[in-house]
């Protein structure tokens, strides 16, 4: 009887302990849990919440984590009323570290920092200051942006080209600058002569008026458009291909996409029947090297709470695709970006 009481209550001691690891466990891998909330857009956007998503699938493959409460997961926002629901899912269900995916959420990211002091908050492309619990995140998107101008002015065959921005802010006015100063600058080197139309659709949503605006810029003469303008800029890739089908592969409108590659959407036949693509390149704003490191650091305990992070050409966070560019553009582009990493190119905003 004494020894079955033994053998119990060794059973009992062994169960208990395997609990209290497993609790220790589960704590353990929540506090290194992060969360993603969308900015209105899902994670199949084909830029910010897509390459945050890959960040977040990178840092899971690292750590050995899974998607679900005690490694990695999405809030799927449908309008800017869902952010602050989203946010308090996110604490609700523990997780840790939360990223608010674009610069419509900083007053929703900044609101929940102090209501949540306890848990980590990182507000993607804005700056949110005085909260100790907030890591925010910018690019250098005028580095890229000049590359993208760099090879637009070697592409160039008519001597204008166009940029499409969504609203204007810093950070959109930051491609226009940089893409700018990429064409004049290059332009000069070549003795070349181009002119650049600018115009803004006045939001990330229109996707009628971006078709517009590119329709009128293509009509004066602008042989490639690069753009800033999110959502909306599908207006641009429907109006190439609306002209582009209609013509030769070889006469065709050039897109430069922007945040992610955005080549897929370039696909179309052109005159005759010909598969073809119209996307010359894509400037690459590298959330996903942003969303991993700071993730990384978190699981490390050692947060950037407090801080400003830039992400630029140095870090790989901002970069040219190769694309379908020229050789010699790309040779261009190439030098040019060496030159921005020597200080010898100053992009001027």
């Known amino acids: 009887m004494k ?49 945050a998503w890959e960040g977040f699938k990178d840092y899971g493959q690292e750590y050995k984590l899974n998607q679900g409460r005690n490694g990695y997961q999405y809030f799927q926002s449908k309008n800017s009323g869902d952010f602050s629901k989203n946010i308090a899912k996110a604490v609700k269900t523990k997780y840790q570290t939360i990223f608010g995916i674009g610069y419509k959420l900083k007053d929703d990211i900044s609101t929940a920092a102090k209501r949540y002091p306890n848990k980590n908050f990182v507000i993607i492309d804005d700056v949110i200051k005085n909260h100790k619990n907030v890591a925010s995140v910018t690019f250098r998107k005028d580095e890229g942006a000049y590359l993208a101008g760099v090879v637009a002015a070697s592409e160039c065959k008519t001597g204008r080209v166009g940029f499409i921005g969504g609203s204007k802010s810093g950070i959109i006015n930051s491609f226009s600058s940089g893409f700018t100063q990429g064409v004049q600058d290059q332009a000069k080197k070549m003795h070349k002569k181009i002119t650049v139309f600018h115009q803004y659709v006045g939001n990330f949503t229109d996707t009628n008026k971006a078709k517009s605006i590119a329709s009128g810029m293509y009509g004066k003469g602008a042989d490639i458009i690069f753009h800033a303008a999110g959502g909306a800029g599908n207006g641009l890739f429907k109006e190439a291909k609306f002209i582009n089908q209609a013509r030769p592969a070889k006469d065709k409108v050039w897109v430069i996409g922007v945040d992610a590659d955005q080549s897929d959407l370039g696909n179309y036949f052109a ?32 947060f950037p709470a407090g801080k400003k992070l830039v992400y630029g050409l140095r870090s790989g966070a901002v970069s040219l695709l190769p694309g379908q560019i020229d050789p010699n553009a790309w040779k261009n582009a190439q030098i040019a970006k060496q030159k921005i990493l020597a200080g010898k190119i100053k992009i001027k905003n």
Not at 7 to 20: E, N, P, V, W
Not at 281 to 300: L, P
């Open 3 to 51: 020894f079955k009481k033994a053998i119990l209550l060794i059973l009992l001691t062994a169960t208990t302990l395997t609990g209290c690891a497993n609790q220790n466990k589960a704590e353990n891998s929540s506090s290194k849990s992060i969360a993603l909330i969308t900015d209105g857009s899902g994670i199949n956007d084909h830029s910010f919440n897509q390459s």
């Open 271 to 302: 005159k005759g029947g010909q598969e073809a693509n119209f996307v010359l390149t894509s400037v690459i704003t590298g959330v996903n090297v942003a969303t991993k490191d700071i993730a990384s650091q978190a699981y490390q305990d050692n």
